[in-house]
């Protein structure tokens, strides 16, 4: 449970640095060179460029300090899951922000950041710490230290105490079967 508490505040903290870059680097643009009069669709590509680079940052961040013990030596699928669940992450805050700027007709800056910076990156930030821990930096099990044991299968999946079988009736009624040893 602290390793878990531990991964929470650093992937807290390295997605704070990459929230700065994201939204400052979508305000930037969406109010200058992205500014919605100018280009018909500049807030989602404001969006999708901010979020590529906190991707980045993120990515660096994720790998060196909050999952660096569970980090993996292929580098590269590493490092394409975590651009897949990224990407999924984006598409939460893009899908956010269609609703409320295009179909709510919600376009202010405020209306923006609210749908995307707020309520996409809360439910992005769910989506892609689940993500990131279970599959992008998951254990990776070793082999040679592996239990032999827990990953041979038995031929007999029932244990002969739980057969009908070798159940002795009175104990069948009481719900305790019989040792296997016991006579007939």
Known sequence: MRTLFAQLVRFGLVGGVGFIVDVGVFNLLRAT???????????????????????????????????????RPHILREGLEFAVVSIGGLLIGLGCLFVSHYLLGLTSVLADNISTNVIG????????????????????????GAD?????????????SHRPADRDPEATRRGTPRPADAPQ
């Not at 990156?121 to 040679?144: H, I, K």
């Not at 032999?148 to 002969?160: F, H, I, K, N």
Request: hydrophobic share 50%; glycine share 4%.
């Open 33 to 71: 060179v992205l500014e919605p009069s100018v280009v018909d669709h500049g807030p989602i590509l404001a969006k999708i460029i901010s979020t590529t680079l906190a991707i980045i940052v993120n990515w660096i961040g994720n790998r060196l300090w909050t999952f660096r013990d569970r980090r």
């Open 121 to 144: 990156l809360v439910l992005g930030t769910l989506f892609r710490f689940w993500l990131y821990r279970v599959w992008v930096f998951r254990e990776e099990l070793d082999p040679a």
């Open 148 to 160: 032999e044991t827990a990953l041979s299968v038995s031929a007999d999946p029932m244990p002969s």
